[in-house]
């Protein structure tokens, strides 16, 4: 059974950092490419950084700098690095696996960026 499971997110003031991480389960997790979205409030749901199979990263203009992302094959894992978090992170964040015509999605860690 597909599953991605988002952990780690939670309550971090603004200019400080956190890492959260998707576990996958059920598919080749080195053969896909990995990507971290989020939705805030009353918004769409948009992306933040991708990360392909060989290990290519792209990122969105509004974390370019700030966010990393990472994979660990062995262990079946995505991580995306966040630091100087601003008010304006504050999500849901949401991990995707992509090949082809497969497309998962895990059900979402919240980030709170707040003093």
């Known amino acids: 059974q597909v599953q991605l499971v988002e952990s780690g997110g939670g309550l971090v003031q603004p200019g400080g950092s956190l890492r959260v991480s998707c576990a996958a389960f059920?598919?080749?997790?080195?053969?896909?490419?990995m990507g971290w979205y989020r939705q805030a409030p009353g918004k769409s749901r948009e992306f933040i950084a991708r990360?392909?199979?060989?290990?290519?990263?792209t990122y969105a203009g509004s974390v370019k700098g700030r966010f990393t992302i990472s994979r660990d094959n062995a262990k079946n894992t995505v991580f995306l690095q966040m630091n100087s978090l601003k008010p304006e992170d504050t999500a849901v964040y949401y991990c995707?696996?992509?090949?082809?015509?497969?497309?998962?999605w895990g059900q979402g860690t919240q980030v709170t960026v707040s003093s």
């Open positions: 990360i392909t199979s060989g290990g290519s990263t």
């Open positions: 059920g598919f080749t997790f080195s053969s896909y490419h």
């Open positions: 995707n696996a992509e090949r082809s015509n497969y497309d998962y």
